[in-house]
């Protein structure tokens, strides 16, 4: 299982920006799956902040990002998205996908079997 996570980038205060997390390996219409996005900033620890599950489109927000970020899925394309928006600068951080056999959601990083590299995202004040 391979995991790709794309659409970081600048943006300003207030801004939005959606992320891409392309899997290959999961067969996203048959298997049972869990797909997360979490962040590290410098400094700090890393941080679930939300995921979604493949039987039912269940879904997962940490407090931080409720309310702002929006996870959906595009099982045609094998894509997990990631729509942030009202973005601040406190979320300026290196955001990671992470793929986990069975559909309970969960922030936990522990969890999750599989990853794919991170894509920055800087929010300038």
């Known amino acids: 299982v391979q995991l790709q996570a794309s659409g970081g980038g600048l943006v300003q205060d207030g801004g939005s920006l959606r992320l891409s997390c392309e899997a290959s390996?999961?067969?996203?219409?048959?298997?049972?799956?869990?797909i997360g996005w979490f962040r590290q900033a410098p400094g700090k620890e890393r941080e679930g902040i939300s995921c979604i599950s493949s039987n039912d489109g269940a879904t997962y927000y940490a407090d931080s990002v409720k309310g702002r970020f929006t996870i959906s899925r595009d099982n045609a394309k094998n894509t997990v998205y990631l729509q942030m928006n009202s973005l601040k600068p406190e979320d300026t951080a290196v955001y990671y996908c992470a793929g986990k056999s069975g559909a309970s959601l969960t922030g936990r990083g522990g969890d999750y079997d599989y990853w794919g590299q991170g894509t920055l995202v800087t929010v300038s004040s």
């Open positions: 390996g999961y067969k996203f219409t048959l298997d049972y799956w869990a």
